[in-house]
């Protein structure tokens, strides 16, 4: 059986699929599929076994440069990939409209969430069988549950299991990895807490390793490590950081990708969460732990922080600083993270 599976973005939601595929595989013997993804992530799908062929798409670069996407040739040349094969099914799991366009133009029977179910709900009108699947559960169960449906098994009852293939720790030096990139402003816990957080680590007897993708996040790299025994890490693909990741006994993150990719290698970590939520779409699984704000304005899911709220906040007995933005970070101090993170490794071990 040969399926295409349409998830596209972002790096999080490709990786939520992928314990959605491994239950596939066990399932139906000999299935595969092919992958419909935003190139920046078409590493991720092809580390899965059950992944036959990754086809990459660039709609957020061609939206912003449309003319030039179509005249490019860019455009036609994935329509054409699209339509070299036809298949058994086609699994739109991601619910958007640009999803479903992507699954109308596909040779194949057509499945993907229905209106109650989907992000967009227009989206299913683009499918011939629409499946309900209920809200308010975790993506990687929503998933699970998707696939089940549409490709007709039962749900396991086993631990979702990314199918990403594990190596060895070679490295005897305890070694804590800080996932201190993200995207929203909001996301950022304060640079001075990296500092912090970095020091109680050495003093600890760990070792700081700190990857980073951009410019900012290679001067934060520099930044945590002016003082403190840390390994920074040169410019990776996230197949080289699969493996580092797999070197290290803990990793503290925020809200970004990354923490996800340490969650599907089964990573004992805490991830900060001050503007966002982690219930639907957090980290997932064994040894993650999510620390949240108690603040009021938390989650206030902005990607700027547009009500600080501070004096309602010292109102209520908070002795907070104006130094610490955003605001909803001043609660997740460094020293509430590494008594966590020192109970988490202690447990994991």
């Known amino acids: 059986m040969r399926v295409l599976l349409v998830k596209t973005s972002s790096l999080g939601d490709v990786l939520h699929a992928l314990p959605a595929v491994t239950d596939a595989a066990h399932a139906i013997p000999g299935i595969q599929f092919d992958w419909v993804v935003e190139a920046p992530f078409a590493e991720v799908?092809?580390?899965?076994p059950a992944v036959d062929r990754v086809i990459p798409v660039s709609i957020r670069r061609w939206r912003k440069s449309p003319l030039k996407a179509l005249f490019s040739g860019e455009w036609s040349s994935f329509k054409t990939v699209l339509k070299e094969r036809e298949y058994d099914l086609v699994l739109d799991a991601q619910g958007l409209i640009k999803s479903g366009l992507i699954t109308r133009m596909v040779r194949g029977a057509k499945f993907g969430l229905d209106g109650e179910s989907a992000r967009e709900p227009l989206a299913s009108h683009f499918y011939d069988h629409p499946v309900f699947v209920e809200k308010g559960e975790h993506a990687i169960v929503r998933l699970r549950k998707l696939f089940a449906q549409t490709l007709g098994y039962a749900l396991p009852e086993t631990e979702a299991d990314s199918g990403i293939r594990t190596v060895e720790k070679q490295s005897e030096i305890p070694t804590i990895l800080f996932v201190h990139g993200t995207t929203w402003v909001t996301k950022h816990w304060p640079d001075h807490y990296w500092v912090e957080l970095a020091?109680?680590?050495n003093q600890a007897g760990y070792r700081v390793?700190?990857?980073w993708g951009t410019p900012?996040?290679?001067q934060r790299a520099k930044l945590i490590a002016t003082e403190n025994d840390a390994v920074i890490l040169p410019k990776s693909s996230l197949t080289e950081l699969v493996e580092k990741f797999q070197q290290v006994d803990g990793m503290v993150?925020?809200?970004s990708g990354l923490a996800h990719l340490g969650a599907a290698?089964?990573?004992p970590s805490i991830t900060v969460y001050g503007s966002t939520?982690?219930?639907?779409t957090g980290t997932w699984g064994e040894n993650q732990v999510h620390l949240t704000s108690s603040l009021a304005c938390s989650p206030c899911l902005k990607r700027t922080c547009q009500s600080p709220h501070l004096e309602n906040e010292r109102e209520r007995g908070k002795a907070l600083?104006?130094?610490?933005k955003p605001v909803c970070y001043q609660d997740l101090t460094p020293q509430r993270v590494w008594e966590q993170l020192s109970k988490l490794l202690n447990s994991s071990t």
């Open 253 to 255: 993150c925020v809200d």
């Open 216 to 218: 900012p996040e290679q």
């Open 209 to 211: 390793m700190l990857p």
């Open 199 to 201: 020091v109680l680590v």
């Open 321 to 324: 600083s104006s130094d610490v």
């Open 265 to 267: 290698l089964k990573i």
């Open 45 to 48: 799908p092809a580390w899965h």
């Open 277 to 280: 939520n982690p219930g639907l």
